[in-house]
């Protein structure tokens, strides 16, 4: 049972195109993080977040964790080559010992 | 700092070979992790330790051992090999279960 759906599943854009991807669950998490991983490495946590309603911004890159902690957002502002790759949300409940991770959307930006 | 190495990089089996794969990490953290990752499915957890001498299972675990002798090292043990597991295998760390995880480069495997 896969607990955390993200969608697209791929993404095709063109340079300079705004964009958002998902992550929805019918489970509450304690808190849920956003990785990026690019071709050959290990995904590489871009955010957390733990708070019903809560934005972060990382330059272009907005995140929102959903008011009853269920889902989450990714939306990126004027996408740039260097942000293809593959993005995973990966949430937690409270005293968990483990990550659980999402199935992923594959970005690509076309210059 | 080195964060978190997998050894090795590629490895090719034959249906029924066995083999290990290891990932050490030089952050002093409590917690690791074995994760495979299969196209459409992100990253499933095989194992996992919250110290030295513990080991737990995880969504995925028949089919694979593990063991954690030493705090910094993690061992991921096939003793047969399956086509299933065809797989890109990671391995992670951290202090605590929730936190930031530390991701190895990955081990991409191949059973025939």
């Known amino acids: 049972t896969q607990l955390l759906e993200q969608s697209p599943q791929f993404l095709s854009i063109q340079e300079g195109e705004n964009l958002t991807v998902y992550c929805n669950s019918s489970?509450?998490?304690?808190?849920l993080q956003w990785y990026r991983q690019e071709p050959g490495e290990g995904p590489v946590l871009l955010v957390t977040?733990?708070?019903?309603?809560e934005v972060k911004k990382l330059k272009r890159l907005t995140f929102q964790f959903g008011d009853a902690r269920k889902d989450s957002s990714l939306h990126i502002t004027a996408a740039q080559p260097g942000d293809t790759g593959l993005y995973l949300c990966?949430?937690?409940?409270?005293?968990?010992?483990?990550?659980?991770f999402g199935t992923g959307t594959r970005l690509t930006v076309i210059p | 700092n080195a964060g978190v190495t997998q050894t090795p990089k590629f490895r090719v089996l034959k249906t029924g070979q066995s083999m290990t794969l290891l990932c050490a990490q030089d952050?002093?953290?409590?917690?690791m992790y074995w994760y495979r990752q299969d196209p459409g499915m992100g990253l499933r957890l095989i194992h996992y330790?919250?110290?030295?001498?513990?080991?737990a299972k995880g969504e995925v675990p028949d089919g694979y051992n593990v063991s954690r002798l030493k705090k910094q090292n993690f061992l991921l043990g096939l003793e047969s090999a399956a086509p299933s597991q065809t797989s890109v295998y990671f391995c992670?760390?951290?202090?605590?279960?929730?936190?930031?995880?530390?991701f190895g480069s990955g081990t991409q495997l191949s059973v025939l």
């Open positions: 990966a949430g937690s409940w409270t005293g968990a010992n483990n990550l659980f």
């Open positions: 952050m002093n953290h409590e917690y």
């Open positions: 330790s919250v110290g030295e001498g513990t080991t």
């Open positions: 977040v733990v708070t019903g309603g």
């Open positions: 992670a760390s951290n202090y605590r279960g929730a936190e930031k995880l530390f």
């Open positions: 489970s509450v998490f304690s808190s």
